[in-house]
């Protein structure tokens, strides 16, 4: 995917979610692809994950642990604010688990900063 974490910052930063050309309200293609592979229960990562409502969505169906993983700490602020309580901060990396449990989870190299779940 090209641009830095600068580039992903500014881009969430300009605009409201649901204002970004590839915003979803309900991501129906990944939500059912997901349901295809795995049963409610099963932990799930989204990687490159910015602020989109599949983890809302898979929350809703009883998947988890889950795990959120983006470049941009403003992508993921996003989803900490809509998620409110569902997501629990776990360490100084940020990982977050709804039902207050570790996820498992961890930040990759340099590319996620932090994690939500
Ligand atoms: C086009 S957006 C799609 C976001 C989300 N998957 C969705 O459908 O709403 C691409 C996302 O990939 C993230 N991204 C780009 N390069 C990345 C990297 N190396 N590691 C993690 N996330 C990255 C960006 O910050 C951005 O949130």
Known sequence: MAGGQQHWDDVYGARTEDALTWFEATPAVSLDLVRDHLQPGDAFIDIGAGASRLVDALLDEGFGPLAVLDLSGAALAVSRQ????????????????????????????????????
């Open 82 to 117: 809509r998620l409110g309580p569902r997501a629990t901060t776990l360490h100084g990396s940020r990982r977050m688990s709804p039902r207050g449990s570790p996820t498992g989870a961890t930040r990759s190299g340099a590319t996620a900063q932090c994690s939500i779940s």
